[in-house]
T-cell receptor, first 109, second 113 residues
Framework: ELKVEQNPLFLSMQEGKNYTIYCNYS?????LYWYRQDPGKSLESLFV?????AVKQEGRLMASLDTKARLSTLHITAAVHDLSATYFC?????????FGTGTRLQVTL | EAQVTQNPRYLITVTGKKLTVTCSQN?????MSWYRQDPGLGLRQIYY???????DKGDVPEGYKVSRKEKRNFPLILESPSPNQTSLYFC????????????FGPGTRLTVT
């Protein structure tokens, strides 16, 4: 059974500082997704990582994938309040999507 | 506008009364999927479909049915809903191939009393 672990579960960030969220998974997978969810809203796609060594960046967020270590990271550069949300990673194996527990980010001044 | 739509958005029903939550996408995506989100349990996949007439179980299929008669629609059917199916449900779709980016619908909040 595929397990996907995210840590931390909660992250209180100071504006302007850098942080990293980790996503570990237990078996080989086809691809890895990162999503953002604001309270009461649906999921917004951030990144799709398709292969080992993949790195994608959008604004202050950068995601990377190491398939050998079964690890993906979501790096936040110079946090701003707009980034406050819950972030999920999800691993896709032959069409079955398994989500991590989610990391709730709160950015404070 | 490219989108995934779900109806209804909110539903309160009683135990045992059959219901259907519709999902439709206008992006000609082959892959569609249903998820439920529960506090403390996170997001879990119920069923998915790789194309018309092809459906497969996800992690939590018990108590649910799906059908995929047309490419754009993927309804979720609860034949005899029970209170433990009270949840927030999301439908999603993506292409098979290409970027694999998956688009989510707005969600359906279901309460079964």
């Amino acid at each position: 059974e595929l397990k996907v672990e995210q840590n931390p579960l909660f992250l209180s960030m100071q504006e302007g500082k850098n942080y990293t969220i980790y996503c570990n998974y237990s078996t080989t997978s086809d691809r890895l997704y990162w999503y953002r969810q604001d309270p009461g809203k649906s999921l917004e796609s951030l990144f799709v990582l398709l292969s080992n060594g993949a790195v994608k960046q959008e604004g202050r967020l950068m995601a990377s994938l190491d398939t050998k270590a079964r690890l993906s990271t979501l790096h936040i550069t110079a946090a701003v309040h707009d980034l406050s949300a819950t972030y999920f990673c999800a691993v896709d194996t032959v069409g079955i999507l398994t989500f991590g527990t989610g990391t709730r980010l709160q950015v404070t001044l | 506008e490219a989108q995934v739509t779900q109806n209804p958005r909110y539903l309160i029903t009683v135990t045992g009364k059959k219901l259907t939550v519709t999902c439709s996408q206008n992006m000609n995506h082959e892959y569609m999927s249903w998820y439920r989100q529960d506090p403390g349990l996170g997001l879990r996949q119920i069923y998915y479909s790789m194309n018309v007439e092809v459906t497969d179980k996800g992690d939590v299929p018990e108590g649910y049915k799906v059908s995929r008669k047309e490419k754009r629609n993927f309804p979720l059917i609860l034949e005899s809903p029970s209170p433990n199916q009270t949840s927030l449900y999301f439908c999603a779709s993506r292409r098979v191939g290409g970027t694999y980016e998956q688009y989510f619908g707005p969600g359906t909040r279901l309460t079964v009393t």
